[in-house]
């Protein structure tokens, strides 16, 4: 990792040319990855890779380098390479000084991945795959997957920004596969968090199986989803995913300054109910989306972005921030040093309300109940939206009555928003890798138990 003296030479180097703002990312990554396919070990390997980024912004123009040298001279022969790229005659730079950010560390690690064998980790695995194939002779087939993660990084930039991390993160995945008379059902569930590998204590191999091979087991035996318009309460144990797609990604402040969103020059105006309020949140202890500090340096924060109706604020990263005259959130974030950082999410909420979930399903006599959500797609421009779910219940007076499968949600995220009028107090997360402009990062979601007065289900059956 770079010092803070060799730091400030490179970024001096990166401005001798002129421009507005500099940084240089380093980031050493070890990982393991383990995998079990149809019943057989697929992959046991750990790896590691490091490099550097350098970036040298001027006006509108940004001029990007990453290169695998980590040598203090290689960086700063790089970064009067890139200087020289972006033109200008050579000068006399002065900067602040590098002050180092501080921060609390929100994802402590009791058991660190690397003082476990990879024998164990095997083991882990073989145990999930074994739990999935056990619960039903349907279950035909179940592939897991196990992965850790330690990423070392240090943020240097001309603002004065002197910033390090380490992320660890444990995960494993499980989709079981059953089949019946012809036809075949998938089930998936993840479990991946920013600890070490104590989250298999908690959330155990089998576990983690017997819930994928119980979700695709259920939908062999699900009625067809009826189509029409629904009262739909979604349970918490949906996660966040309808936050995350039809309102998350629109509130990106890259979105937000080409105006390619809905929810561009919104600010201060009604954009859901007065029970909902909506944040994202880099700082909730061991959550897959937390961390120190966000790619740039900038230290995690909980951003404030739809509070009681009013839309209160947008994700940012130091660009956006500056061009839209707005503080950066420390939503910063990039895949890895080959690319440059964007507006993420990380943790997004729809923060718990004050009524029983269960009251609340009492409180519907006919409806819809979606307990588990798939994946979907999002127009960031009109807000509409298409989500699968992938476990789902008739709602027959009041209670949970026969499964459904093969239903979708059909609506508009400003709109659904603005109709719920039941909030749980509970709260269950969902976890994921987000896709965006080719980079994927680790993320979060969560809300509580919500229910939607009237929307569309997408089903294969008509409304009887």
Same mark, same amino acid.
Do not use: H, W
């Given at each position: 990792m770079i010092t803070r003296e060799h730091a400030a030479r490179v970024l001096r180097t990166l401005l001798s040319r002129g421009g507005d703002f500099a940084e240089i990312y380093l980031q050493c990554t070890q990982s393991t990855r383990v995998?079990?396919?149809?019943?057989?070990?697929?992959?046991?390997t750990t790896g590691e890779d490091a490099g550097v980024a350098l970036r040298l912004v001027r006006g509108d123009l940004t001029n990007f380098s990453n290169f695998n040298r980590l040598d203090p001279a290689a960086i700063l022969e790089e970064a009067e390479a890139l200087a020289r790229a972006a033109g200008g005659r050579k000068r006399r730079v002065s900067l602040p000084r590098l002050v180092t950010v501080r921060t609390t560390d929100p994802c402590p690690v009791k058991i660190h991945p690397r003082q476990v064998s990879l024998e164990r980790k095997v083991e882990m695995v073989r145990r999930c795959d074994t739990a999935a194939r056990g619960l039903d002779k349907r279950v035909v087939q179940a592939t897991c997957h196990y992965r850790d993660t330690e990423i070392?990084?240090?943020?240097?930039?001309?603002?004065?920004?002197?910033?390090?991390?380490?992320?660890?993160?444990?995960?494993?995945?499980?989709?079981?596969?059953?089949r019946q008379d012809g036809q075949t059902r998938t089930g998936y569930h993840p479990a991946a968090e920013a600890r070490g590998f104590e989250l298999l204590r908690r959330q155990t191999p089998e576990k983690i199986g017997r819930e994928a091979a119980r979700i695709a087991v259920l939908q062999l035996e699900a009625e067809p989803a009826p189509?029409?318009?629904?009262?739909?309460? /979604?349970?918490?144990?949906a996660g966040g995913t309808m936050v995350h797609e039809a309102c998350g990604h629109g509130l990106e402040g890259d979105f937000i300054l080409k105006e390619l969103s809905v929810?561009?020059?919104?600010?201060g105006q009604k954009v859901a109910s007065d029970l909902i309020t909506v944040v994202d949140d880099g700082s909730i202890p061991n959550m897959r989306g937390s961390s120190r500090i966000d790619?740039?340096?900038?230290?995690?924060?909980?951003?404030? /972005? +739809?509070?009681?109706?009013?839309?209160?604020g947008y994700l940012h990263s130091w660009k956006t921030a500056r061009d839209l005259g707005h503080e950066p959130t420390g939503h910063g974030r990039r895949e890895s040093y080959r690319h440059l950082p +964007?507006?993420?999410m990380r943790n997004t909420l729809i923060l718990p309300g004050k009524s029983d979930p269960e009251e609340i399903l009492r409180s519907v006599e006919e409806g819809i109940f979606v307990a588990q959500m798939g994946g979907g797609e999002v127009d960031i421009a009109t807000g509409n939206f298409v989500f699968s779910c992938t476990e789902a219940y008739r709602i027959r007076g009041g209670r949970k009555a026969e499964p459904i499968r093969d239903?979708?949600? +059909?609506?508009?995220?400003?709109?659904?928003?603005?109709?719920?009028?039941?909030?749980?107090?509970?709260?269950?997360?969902?976890?994921?890798?987000?896709?965006?402009?080719?980079?994927?990062?680790?993320?979060a979601d969560a809300q509580p138990t919500l229910r939607i007065p009237r929307i569309?289900?997408?089903?294969t059956v008509a409304q009887k």
């Open positions: 995998s079990y396919d149809d019943g057989r070990l697929d992959e046991a070392k990084v240090r943020v240097a930039t001309s603002e004065g920004r002197f910033a390090s991390d380490t992320r660890i993160s444990t995960g494993l995945v499980c989709m079981a596969v059953a189509a029409g318009s629904f009262t739909v309460v /979604l349970s918490s144990s929810y561009a020059r919104k600010e790619d740039e340096g900038t230290p995690s924060t909980r951003a404030l /972005l +739809i509070e009681n109706v009013i839309l209160r +964007i507006p993420r239903a979708t949600l +059909i609506g508009n995220g400003i709109e659904v928003l603005c109709s719920i009028d039941r909030v749980g107090r509970d709260l269950g997360y969902g976890v994921g890798t987000c896709g965006k402009d080719g980079q994927g990062v680790p993320v569309t289900i997408g089903g």
